[in-house]
């Protein structure tokens, strides 16, 4: 470093304030300034998320139906059998979604990303870079949780989709062409990706807040899965609170209930996705009150 | 004394620009930074108790020993913790308007964390992004906070490969680059070599002459004397001492030493003693200097004014010599811990 020129960088810099401040101030308060905060936000999260050694376990995730759905459709089993047909096909499909991909790909591959936003930074050590940032908090919370909403779908959504066209590995091409032009399969397909979607944004907001408010949030998440687990169990009144209940309701096909399970007439489409919103909104506003009271330590102690 | 030649010169010219920059601190800044009354604890355990000063623009040395609330402090002023009494402000502003108050913040921990997996150049982007500048306005200004950490050659390795060093003049560059008007360091030249010490407090100076405020933490007490224009003491949770080195000197009673670089200094050494404040008079190796050891050094000053327009007496520079606030430090805080 030349002392002299530093001199003049602090001129230059001096003279860019000229042009860096109007932009800064004319995005003030003004929806141009949020949003290339919300779309920095966003963009930092997405590298975070998706490109980071933390991301792994959501890979893994997103690959183990696959490599499962690829290892049957190859396997030696008698796919010329008269039982075997795609609308079976499609109803076993349903069974593994809702019991495999939602229960347990979606869920802990939300529970990976989602905690992580903000745990990962805190133990990281870098959360203070965000919260000395001229940012107010509601969009640190939003633009983190749009990233993981991002981040989830994208590979859970592709788990989906890939899946739902490993089905047609034993009917070939002409069936998989047949249908697709059709309107099922692409009905079916969309309602899959988006139970998916809203499966990450359900969970995730859950999973976004615990990790923030628990400093240890695997205790938290092990008790929402239990919770999701004994959901089909569980009385009337409580099944409401519980996220996979509104999910199942939403599946294209439904599915023959467990003979254990207490049978409740399923919530519409419109209570299913409104109870997952309004869960999710929870989640955020109980995140953003607790980021604005979060206090950062660096001391020795 | 064995004090070399080469090291009076800079002491020398180091005195000169701190009583320059004391006295702009002194008669030029208005407080930017208004600590009233604050207290921060910990559930049971004390962080700071009843801490009240005024900052401005200028270069503030924080002292203290470990875990006298320096950091706390420093939290406190850079809104990451909120006091339990008193109030903080900085220009006016309090953290609970995230938008305006941190544009006006730069804050380097003495931490080394990062955003992991990005390079240097991505961190100082990510955060101007994160101010709200535009992509051109971010690169450029991104650019211009490397050149000025003497970055630019490693700017897209990854933080991880970087050095010590390095990755401590990154961290300097992300608390600048939005060019804030307070600007708060902790511990900021740890693992720098002597060079990039040296360019770092030059760059320091730059700033604080450009209208910023620093508060500077270090317990290197040497590095406090050479950079800081005004002194903050904390002890155990309270302010000891806040004001420049020689009032703090002066008020604590703690004799307080001199230094003058003049061609008269052989004939202004027997004549010192006619000043009533002057304790002890040591003359440089090089005959061009003189120490001066005073119990009150503004009776001093004054007392030597008027020998010096009396006699006719050049003098080249005046100034506390480097020991003044490791004194300080020894009367005020390393005494009461020995008598506790």
């Known amino acids: ?301 | 004394m064995t004090v070399k030649t080469i090291n009076a010169g800079s002491t020398n010219l180091d005195a000169t620009k701190k009583v320059n920059a004391a006295q702009k601190f002194a008669a030029e800044s208005l407080p930017s930074i208004v600590v009233d009354n604050v207290s921060k604890f910990y559930g049971d355990v004390l962080g700071v108790n009843r801490i009240s000063f005024s900052l401005g623009a200028g270069i503030t040395g924080l002292v203290g020993p470990n875990g006298a609330g320096k950091s706390t402090l420093m939290n406190l002023i850079a809104g990451l913790m909120r006091p339990n009494s008193g109030t903080l402000k900085v220009l006016g502003l309090t953290p609970a308007q995230p938008e305006v108050f941190f544009r006006q913040i730069g804050y380097c921990t003495q931490y080394d964390s990062f955003p992991t997996g990005v390079t240097g150049r991505q961190f100082i982007l990510n955060t101007l992004l994160l101010h709200g500048y535009t992509k051109s306005d971010a690169a450029r200004a991104t650019l211009n906070a490397l050149q000025q950490v003497d970055l630019v050659d490693v700017a897209d390795r990854r933080i991880e490969g970087y050095s010590k060093g390095m990755r401590q003049r990154i961290k300097l560059a992300q608390a600048i680059c939005h060019e804030p008007k307070v600007i708060i360091l902790d511990e900021p030249l740890n693992g720098l070599d002597p060079m990039a010490r040296t360019q770092v407090i030059a760059l320091f100076r730059e700033l604080a002459s450009g209208g910023a405020s620093i508060i500077i933490s270090s317990h290197i007490l040497h590095e406090v004397e050479l950079i800081a224009d005004h002194l903050v003491m904390v002890n155990s949770g309270y302010l000891v001492a806040d004001g420049d080195a020689s009032g703090i000197a002066t008020e604590t009673g703690e004799p307080m030493r001199i230094y003058i670089r003049s061609h008269h200094a052989m004939e202004m050494a027997p004549k010192m003693f006619t000043i009533e404040a002057v304790l002890e008079v040591q003359i440089h190796k090089d005959d061009h200097g003189l120490f001066i050891l005073t119990r009150d050094a503004n009776k001093f000053f004054l007392g030597f004014n008027t020998l010096v327009l009396t006699q006719n007496w050049q003098v080249d520079a005046i100034g506390p010599a480097d020991q003044t606030v490791e004194a300080i430090y020894r009367h005020l805080i390393a005494g009461e811990q020995v008598a506790s």
């Open chain 1, 1 to 301: 470093m030349n002392i002299s020129n530093i001199s003049a960088d602090s001129n230059a810099s001096t003279n860019s304030n000229a042009s860096n401040e109007p932009s800064v101030k004319a995005g003030n308060n003004n929806a141009a300034l949020l949003l290339r905060q919300l779309g920095a936000i966003v963009r930092i999260e997405i590298n975070n998320t998706l490109f980071s050694k933390r991301s792994l376990i959501a890979y893994i995730l997103t690959l183990i139906p696959i490599i499962l759905l690829l290892s049957l459709a190859f396997s030696n089993g008698d796919f010329t059998s008269t039982d075997f047909s795609i609308d079976k096909t499609r109803r076993i499909f349903g069974f593994i979604y809702s019991g495999f991909i939602l229960g347990a790909v979606v869920f802990l591959g939300s529970a990976a990303i989602f905690t992580a936003l903000f745990r990962g930074e805190i133990l990281g050590c870098s959360m203070h870079y965000y919260l000395l940032s001229p940012v107010r908090r509601e969009l640190i919370v939003l633009g983190k949780f749009l990233a993981g909403l991002f981040s989830a779908w994208a590979l859970f959504g592709l788990t989906t989709l890939i899946c739902y066209l490993l089905l047609y590995i034993p009917f070939g091409m002409t069936q998989l062409i047949s249908d697709m032009t059709g309107s099922i399969a692409p009905a079916q397909m969309f309602t899959y990706l988006g139970i998916t979607m809203l499966g990450c944004i359900g969970y995730g907001s859950l999973f976004m807040a615990t990790g923030l408010i628990f400093r240890n949030p695997l205790f938290p998440v092990a008790i929402i899965a239990g919770w999701e687990f004994i959901h089909f169990v569980l009385p009337p009144a409580l099944k409401f609170f519980s996220v996979i209940h509104y999910l199942k309701g939403l599946l294209p096909i439904p599915l023959n209930n467990s003979p254990l399970a207490i049978v409740v007439t399923p919530p519409s489409v419109l209570v299913s996705i409104l109870s997952i919103m309004v869960l999710a909104l929870c989640s955020i506003t109980i995140t953003v009150l607790y980021l604005k009271r979060l206090e950062i330590r660096y001391t020795e102690n």
